[in-house]
């Protein structure tokens, strides 16, 4: 079983940036999909960035070009770097995983493990 610990949100004035962090515990999959994914208050959960374990990565059209995912294997952890961030960029903000290939990198049904989540409000 996969934790997935997200934190690093807050309120920031639209033009700003915040980096997310997402620690997950040991793990040792040689194939893996991890994403970040976003819920505003009465939308549906979706996705925003995913990158897998040879670091190929995939972004909604939304964030491409704001948004950047990346990882560092030494410590298990997962970022996500938002610039130029927007009032619509308002939600909570989750980290998932999955073991094996990326084949719907942000699908919200592919992911097997989700953290707590983390709250950004752009305001």
């Known amino acids: 079983h996969v934790q997935l610990v997200e934190s690093g949100g807050g309120l920031v004035q639209p033009g700003g940036s915040l980096r997310l962090s997402c620690a997950a515990s040991?793990?040792?999959?040689?194939?893996?999909?991890m994403g970040w994914f976003r819920q505003a208050p009465g939308k549906e959960r979706e996705g925003v960035a995913a990158?897998?374990?040879?670091?190929?990565?995939s972004y909604a059209d939304s964030v491409k070009g704001r948004f950047t995912i990346s990882q560092d294997n030494t410590k298990n952890t997962l970022y996500l770097q938002m610039n130029s961030l927007k009032p619509e960029d308002t939600a909570m903000y989750y980290c998932?995983?999955?073991?094996?290939?990326?084949?719907?990198?942000?699908?919200?049904?592919?992911?097997?493990?989700w953290g707590q989540g983390t709250q950004v409000t752009v305001s």
């Open positions: 998932a995983s999955k073991p094996g290939p990326c084949l719907q990198p942000l699908g919200v049904r592919w992911y097997d493990y």
């Open positions: 040991v793990y040792t999959y040689s194939s893996y999909c």
């Open positions: 990158i897998d374990s040879d670091g190929s990565t």
